[in-house]
T-cell receptor, first 116, second 113 residues
Framework: DSGVTQTPKHLITATGQRVTLRCSPR?????VYWYQQSLDQGLQFLIQ???????AKGNILERFSAQQFPDLHSELNLSSLELGDSALYFC???????????????FGAGSRLTVL | QQPVQSPQAVILREGEDAVINCSSS?????VHWYRQKHGEAPVFLMI?????EQKGHEKISASFNEKKQQSSLYLTASQLSYSGTYFC??????????????FGKGTKLSVIP
């Protein structure tokens, strides 16, 4: 157990639907990162939050949004789902401030999303 | 910008050595190496900061050539437990005071008896 908790582990839904993925970081970690892993693209960075504020954005679609709450848990919202959104979504957390670099990430077990 | 890893896949027999390379077209602050076993989350192996230092983890070591913006992961006397996909992650300053960790597509390593 890495200390990063993600729910749900598996999710099957239909095209056009909306889902929410949840992540609780390791105790004491203030930074949360979301990554998407599909077969041919490796780990694609989506978005990063630090202590409730968005700090970096990667290849995140406009249909996707995220937030980090005061208790530091984070949610990734995926809407108007398409077949191509099927992937493994990882949340990771880090204890270092985003401005310091050398951010070692601890990953959760992931949420596998299947869009039919 | 996504770093480029090579090779994409490699098969080794137990006890053999391997090298995985990672290169970037941009100046880097640090290079990270993670290993992901099948069906599991990526796990941190080591981080290399600017300065060309070499780090080690068991019989796995890595180097970082800051000038060439390249890093190499060396796996010595491979064991069955080394099987998995290795990702290099590169960290660049954004100029706005934040650092973003971007991963390559991964190198799948299979160690066979």
């Amino acid at each position: 157990d890495s200390g990063v908790t993600q729910t749900p582990k598996h999710l099957i839904t239909a095209t056009g639907q909306r889902v929410t993925l949840r992540c609780s970081p390791r105790s004491g970690d203030l930074s949360v990162y979301w990554y998407q892993q599909s077969l041919d693209q490796g780990l694609q960075f989506l978005i990063q939050y630090y202590n409730g504020e968005e700090r970096a954005k990667g290849n995140i679609l406009e249909r996707f949004s995220a937030q980090q709450f005061p208790d530091l848990h984070s949610e990734l919202n995926l809407s108007s789902l398409e077949l191509g959104d099927s992937a493994l979504y990882f949340c990771a957390s880090s204890s270092r401030p985003y401005i310091s670099g050398a951010n070692v990430l601890t990953f959760g077990a992931g949420s596998r999303l299947t869009v039919l | 910008q996504q770093p480029v890893q090579s090779p994409q896949a490699v098969i080794l027999r137990e006890g053999e050595d391997a090298v995985i390379n990672c290169s970037s077209s941009k100046a880097l602050y640090s290079v990270h190496w993670y290993r992901q076993k099948h069906g599991e989350a990526p796990v941190f192996l080591m981080i290399l900061l600017k300065g060309g230092e070499q780090k080690g983890h068991e019989k796995i070591s890595a180097s970082f050539n800051e000038k060439k913006q390249q890093s190499s992961l060396y796996l010595t006397a491979s064991q069955l437990s080394y099987s998995g996909t290795y990702f290099c992650g590169t960290e660049r300053g954004s100029g706005a005071g934040s650092y973003q960790l971007t991963f390559g597509k991964g190198t799948k390593l299979s160690v066979i008896p």
